[in-house]
């Protein structure tokens, strides 16, 4: 996770030139899936990439 004073940590932490799709799983959707989508697209990972799911709590 990226912290305050952390901003330049983004530039080259990763390639995402081979990258096809994301997929985030979670039990709910809230800020903490926000977070990552800010980071994922300034990272150049366009939305497109990423598909959320919200994970069932019973398996």
């Known amino acids: 996770m990226v912290t305050e004073g ?3 940590l983004l530039e080259g ?5 081979h990258l096809k799709m ?3 799983k979670s039990l709910k959707v809230d ?3 926000n977070k990552i989508l800010k980071i994922l697209s ?3 990972i366009s939305l497109e ?3 959320i799911r ?3 709590t019973s398996s």
């Open 49 to 51: 990439k990423i598909n």
């Open 42 to 44: 300034a990272c150049g």
């Open 31 to 33: 800020g903490r899936i």
């Open 6 to 8: 952390d901003n330049n």
């Open 54 to 56: 919200q994970a069932n």
């Open 13 to 17: 932490t990763f390639s995402s030139d």
């Open 22 to 24: 994301v997929e985030i």
